[in-house]
């Protein structure tokens, strides 16, 4: 292939971002139509080259033609809207209904979490997935916590067997996701920073017992997570990257702003501090870890 | 913004519309096609057309479908459905209705 055409469609391809057979489709019509014009010129008496060199640029720059195709189907129905938006919202049941404290709703919340993750891992994974995603990694690292508490053997068997293994199943799912696109591994990751927020908040508060602590935050802890369906849902309607992007910033930071309120008393604002730079990380930080990606896929060999 | 640009982007689903009611076509097809029987006046931009396309079979106006030429060749052809060919019978007795209106005040020398 002439490099100036495969350039091209390498670009293409780093700004569609669809789902991989939507996406081959229209690499694949995008070419059919470079190789009519570029042929069309060749027959006028132009190179290859020369041929192929003005095709692209009668195509328009490949950066605009994929963020015009992604603009088309970037915006999910309202029911992948609402499928979006569901972990946050029974997250955010389980506190509003004083739920939290009953292991049969957590066992229930759990198996539905997981089980939803799966099927959509097993399914395409569609842009509702990322949510649940997010989510289901949390009992995998809340285990890996507990077992690094377990006295004697267990706690050995989880700095060698089991944090390398929750590491690898970590690194590989955000892998898979940034492969789609970083905004949904930012998708995955909000509830991250907002989890840790409210556990310095609590933890912070010496006045009152665990359960206590909880009972008396429990409305503004769901309040927060129907904030954060708000956003995933929201999130899915938008069409422009920079609104998506924007959608889960200003959000977030209003679930944060929440979070400082309630627990202003008892964490030291470098604490707060922390957080925000940590969600603030988690955000922007996919963005990086795809570049990055992208610049050592495209290096020559 | 120029005017003539304007206008094209308020027709452009209404063109490929009524281009693909015509027959079936492909990207490439539909460039040259507006280009002939505008006489060269729409010279579309060729990197706009794909997402127009995309976002009409979207909406269920159009569909695609791979074919292969009799070359071996495949293209994408576009197909109108039943939905798309309403919405331009409606937009055609629109847009014959503001041209008639459009014609009576900016050329009255006929009355």
């Not at chain 1, 508060?205 to 935050?217: A, P, S, V």
């Not at chain 1, 990380?281 to 963005?287: D, E, M, R, T």
């Amino acid at each position: 292939m002439v490099p100036i055409k495969l350039s091209y469609f390498e670009n293409l391809k780093r700004y569609l971002r669809l789902d991989p057979g939507l996406e081959g489709d229209v690499i694949k019509e995008i070419c059919t139509h470079l190789e009519d014009r570029s042929h069309e010129l060749k027959e006028a008496g132009l190179s290859e080259e020369e041929a192929t060199n003005i095709a692209t640029r009668i195509l328009g720059p490949p950066q605009l033609v994929a963020r015009q195709i992604y603009e088309v189907y970037s915006q999910g129905t309202w029911r992948q809207s609402l499928c979006a938006g569901l972990p946050h919202l029974l997250i955010a049941l389980l506190f509003a209904l004083h739920f939290w404290n009953n292991v049969f709703s957590l066992a229930i919340v759990l198996v539905l979490v997981v089980s939803v993750t799966i099927y959509g891992w097993c399914h395409g994974r569609p842009n509702w997935l990322f949510p649940w995603l997010g989510y289901s990694l949390v009992p995998v690292i809340a285990t890996g916590v507990l077992l690094i508490y377990l006295p004697g053997a267990w706690s050995w068997f989880a700095i060698l067997a089991y944090v390398p293994l929750v590491l690898l199943v970590i690194i590989s799912v955000t892998k898979a996701s940034l492969k789609r696109d970083w905004l949904f591994t930012s998708l995955m990751l909000l509830p991250l920073p907002i989890t840790i927020g409210w556990i310095v908040a609590l933890l912070g508060n010496t006045n009152l017992l665990w359960k206590e602590q909880i009972q008396h935050f429990a409305p503004m802890i769901a309040l927060s997570f129907s904030v954060l369906a708000i956003a995933a849902a929201t999130f899915i309607r938008m069409r422009q990257r920079w609104a998506k992007f924007g959608t889960l910033i200003v959000l977030e930071s209003i679930v944060f702003i929440m979070i400082v309120y309630a627990g202003k008393s008892s964490v030291s604002p470098v604490t707060w501090l922390l957080i925000a730079l940590l969600g603030l990380f988690l955000l922007i930080g996919p963005a990086l870890l795809e570049q990055n990606f992208t610049r050592n896929h495209s290096k020559p060999a | 913004m120029n005017y003539e640009r304007e206008l094209l982007k308020g027709s452009t689903d209404s063109l490929l519309l009524s281009l693909i009611n015509n027959q079936p076509m492909y990207g490439y097809q539909i460039i040259k096609e507006l280009e002939r029987r505008s006489n060269g006046y729409f010279q579309f931009k060729e990197g706009t057309l794909y997402p127009a396309l995309h976002r009409l079979e979207k909406a269920g106006l159009i569909y695609g479908k791979w074919q292969k030429l009799p070359n071996g060749q495949e293209r994408r052809y576009y197909y109108i459905t039943l939905k798309g060919q309403k919405i331009l019978a409606e937009r055609l007795a629109i847009w014959q209705d503001f041209s008639t209106a459009v014609s009576l005040i900016m050329q009255p020398a006929s009355n």
